[in-house]
């Protein structure tokens, strides 16, 4: 693989004034990366603080009611901040310490990553600025004032969508004036080359957790391993073990919003074509003149134009399997684990787990699947309450 590159996916595609940040961070990540005292550091926040190992949990119930294939849910909805973003920033974060950087800038889409950012900036004493769409601050006002609790200045961006494309943009806008003492924190494995590689390390914690949990519980490997995918980065974590496992199926479920044959939706594969933006080859939605194309998905955190390298790499390969989840298909299984396991699952999730209902029945009993729980439903209540025509205040 030539560097930074997925097939013909990936690169880096920044202004000259960025150059000079991008090969800073690839050369502290590759001094670091395989450090033994980094590593421990790292592994002792993971542990401690942010609550990993997260459980593999069987979902004893969910598997009698759909009638096939046994299902496990790999709990990042139980970390620290309620989702698998800690774990990303976490590195990040003390990366960034490491290399003398004072200040973590931000994108946040659901707000997640925003939280966890602003988390780890007040846990190592950082400066911590989060750039939010102004769209998504409106929805998700719960996280944008958790992100103020933990001391972040949390920027409503306008232009555009004001959605979270936008939001990254503007990050990216602001990294340029300030490289010195900033550290950008990207939130997916999208973007300039080193930034897909670095948090697809990151979150690969989750599949090899994932894959020592299920041989002890199963004695072998899943027979599918599903996840939402909007940039990619808690679905690239959890297929990154199993890419090598070839009889594993990875399916990643994109937001279709109202449907794929609309204007309002997010699924990339399904609708988008190659091009460059925010610094990478890949797919992205795109109107006939070849602009990134407004989408739309009820989930703040899944509506993004494009999706990372790597995914475009594991899709043009055939090694993985990418398919288009509706908003009414991801709430009804939003409904659905809340009810029948009693766990409340983010609607990003939610879009992995409509997937998984309508496969399993399908499969065998002897067969697994494990699908990622990326984070917890509580931000999503005052939404999907809206799309259920019940307004409630938060």
């Known amino acids: 693989m030539k560097k930074g590159r997925f097939g013909i996916h990936g690169g880096q595609y920044v202004s000259e004034t960025l150059m000079n940040a991008v090969n800073e961070l690839e050369e502290a990540y590759e001094k670091y990366k395989n450090d033994p005292q980094f590593n421990e550091e790292l592994a002792e926040l993971f542990n401690e603080y942010a609550g990993r190992p997260s459980r593999l949990y069987f979902a004893k119930r969910m598997t009698e009611d759909l009638g096939g294939a046994k299902i496990y849910l790999k709990r990042e909805d139980l ?18 310490k490491k290399m003398g950087k004072t200040r973590l800038i931000a994108e946040t889409g659901a707000g997640q990553h925003g939280v966890a950012t602003a988390t780890a900036a007040a846990l190592l004493d950082m400066e911590c600025v989060v750039f939010m769409g102004e769209e998504d601050t409106k929805r998700q006002a719960l996280n944008v004032y958790r992100m103020k609790l933990l001391g972040a200045d949390v920027i409503p961006v306008t232009s555009g969508t004001a959605t979270l494309k936008d939001a990254v943009s503007e990050t990216m806008r602001e990294w340029t004036k300030r490289i010195d003492d900033t550290h950008y924190c990207l939130g997916s494995v999208m973007g300039p080359h080193p930034f897909p590689t670095i948090v697809r390390d990151f979150q690969a914690v989750i599949s090899r957790e994932t894959k020592q949990q299920i041989l002890e519980k199963e004695g072998r490997l899943p027979d599918a391993v599903v996840a939402c995918v909007g940039g990619g980065s808690n679905s690239i974590g959890s297929f990154y073990h199993f890419i090598e496992d070839k009889d594993v199926k990875l399916i990643g479920c994109e937001a ?13 594969i399904s609708t988008g074509r190659l091009g460059i933006f925010h610094g990478m080859k890949s797919y992205f939605c795109q109107d006939e003149d070849g602009q990134i194309a407004p989408v739309y998905s009820i989930s703040a955190g899944l ?7 790597e995914h475009a790499m594991l899709h043009d390969t055939g ?14 299984a939003f409904e659905y684990l809340s009810r029948i396991e009693g766990v409340i699952p983010a609607i990003e999730s939610s879009h992995a787990l409509a997937h998984v209902m309508e496969i399993a029945p399908k499969m065998g009993k002897d067969q697994i699947i494990v699908v990622t729980i990326s984070g917890r439903g509580d931000k999503d209540v005052a939404a999907i309450a809206r799309y259920r025509g019940e307004d409630i205040h938060e």
């Not at 509506?303 to 390298?309: A, E, N």
């Open 256 to 268: 279709a919003g109202r449907g794929i044959d609309t204007f309002e939706t997010a699924a990339t």
């Open 319 to 332: 090694r993985a399997e990418y398919v288009a989840i509706t908003d009414e298909q991801a709430v009804n």
């Open 303 to 309: 509506d993004y134009p494009g999706i990372g390298p």
């Open 79 to 96: 970390n620290h901040t309620g989702s698998h973003k800690i774990n990303n920033v976490l590195g990040q974060a003390l990366l960034a």
